[in-house]
């Protein structure tokens, strides 16, 4: 996807954003996983007939710039200061959020700030974080988690993060593939860093305490979140009072069954926006 326009961050950088829609509908900002860009969420374009789509491409990420000062920004503070800054500087308010796998996580781990301007959350591919956090209740075996806060990656393993993205057996993806290659090794290195210090929330508790619809959407065939842990998250706002499975998908279910994951999406628009 092209970007509409570029934002500063808070060092500086140039944050890519993709604005369609009207602008005074409501706002549906869409927040992408690690090492994947906005254009994961190209499929989801349709929101803005009724409402105004909003994505950006982190710092390190797509079309935004590499940060000059890694330490302050790739951890997930800085990533979540990057996510404050675009808010505020297209003055969003009543805000539904999407966030994908690690920009779900992002989107947890930062609303005691976002909730202000929140009016729902959807997430997919995150497994929310306990604390200590049961990651080999969370995850399934595989080498590819590793991977993903690795800085350097070997053409191999490139290979193998992005196939983990999608269902086993997928066809192979070359803008996932271009994705991973573009991110910044340093991001990588510097989030894997900050998460092996616990510098993170309870998420689970987080998402225990929010009042207003969250939804969590899932991919039958995701081949890196274990579904069942999901089975440990208590949340009273949950959408319909369940996980919302998405067939024939894995890890990208917005991209690899976008029929269903659009169906979804649209229906718990419809009752926010009602």
Same mark, same amino acid.
């Given at each position: 996807?092209?970007?509409?326009?570029?934002?500063?961050?808070?060092?500086?950088?140039?944050?890519?954003?993709?604005?369609?829609?009207?602008?005074?509908?409501?706002?549906?900002?869409?927040?992408?996983?690690?090492?994947?860009?906005?254009?994961?969420?190209?499929?989801?374009?349709?929101?803005?007939?009724?409402?105004?789509?909003?994505?950006?491409?982190?710092?390190?990420?797509?079309? &935004?710039?590499?940060?000059?000062?890694?330490?302050?920004?790739?951890?997930?503070?800085?990533?979540?200061?990057?996510?404050?800054?675009?808010?505020?500087?297209?003055?969003?308010?009543?805000?539904?959020?999407?966030?994908?796998?690690?920009?779900?996580?992002?989107?947890?781990?930062?609303?005691?700030?976002?909730?202000?301007?929140?009016?729902?959350?959807?997430?997919?591919?995150?497994?929310?974080?306990?604390?200590?956090?049961?990651?080999?209740?969370?995850?399934?075996?595989?080498?590819?988690?590793?991977?993903?806060?690795?800085?350097?990656?070997?053409?191999?393993?490139?290979?193998?993060? &992005?196939?983990?993205?999608?269902?086993?057996?997928?066809?192979?993806?070359?803008?996932?593939?271009?994705?991973?290659?573009?991110?910044?090794? =340093?991001?990588?290195?510097?989030?894997?860093?900050?998460?092996?210090?616990?510098?993170?929330?309870?998420?689970?508790?987080?998402?225990?305490?929010?009042?207003?619809?969250?939804?969590? =959407?899932?991919?039958?065939?995701?081949?890196?979140?274990?579904?069942?842990?999901?089975?440990?998250? &208590?949340?009273?706002?949950?959408?319909?009072?369940?996980?919302?499975?998405?067939?024939?998908?894995?890890?990208?279910?917005?991209?690899?069954?976008?029929?269903?994951?659009?169906? =979804? =999406?649209?229906?718990?628009?419809?009752?926010?926006?009602?």
């Amino acid at each position: 996807m092209k970007p509409d326009l570029f934002i500063r961050n808070f060092d500086g950088q140039k944050i890519a954003v993709y604005d369609i829609g009207d602008k005074n509908h409501l706002p549906v900002v869409f927040i992408h996983g690690n090492s994947l860009g906005a254009f994961t969420f190209k499929f989801q374009k349709f929101v803005s007939d009724n409402y105004r789509f909003l994505a950006l491409d982190l710092p390190g990420h797509g079309n &935004s710039e590499n940060a000059d000062k890694p330490d302050l920004v790739y951890p997930m503070k800085g990533m979540i200061k990057s996510i404050e800054i675009f808010i505020e500087t297209l003055k969003l308010k009543e805000i539904v959020f999407v966030g994908h796998s690690f920009g779900g996580h992002l989107l947890i781990e930062g609303m005691e700030k976002f909730k202000e301007h929140a009016k729902a959350l959807m997430i997919f591919g995150t497994p929310p974080l306990g604390v200590p956090p049961a990651f080999d209740q969370m995850y399934f075996p595989s080498p590819v988690i590793s991977y993903i806060f690795k800085d350097y990656l070997m053409k191999t393993e490139i290979e193998e993060v &992005s196939a983990a993205f999608l269902q086993k057996g997928a066809v192979r993806n070359t803008e996932i593939i271009d994705s991973v290659e573009r991110a910044d090794p =340093l991001m990588r290195k510097n989030l894997g860093a900050d998460l092996m210090r616990g510098n993170f929330i309870n998420e689970l508790e987080m998402l225990a305490s929010l009042t207003f619809p969250v939804a969590i =959407l899932h991919g039958e065939n995701d081949q890196l979140v274990n579904c069942e842990y999901f089975k440990t998250v &208590s949340m009273p706002s949950l959408w319909r009072n369940k996980i919302q499975l998405i067939r024939s998908a894995g890890h990208c279910s917005q991209f690899e069954n976008s029929a269903e994951f659009n169906s =979804l =999406l649209s229906d718990f628009l419809a009752q926010i926006n009602s």
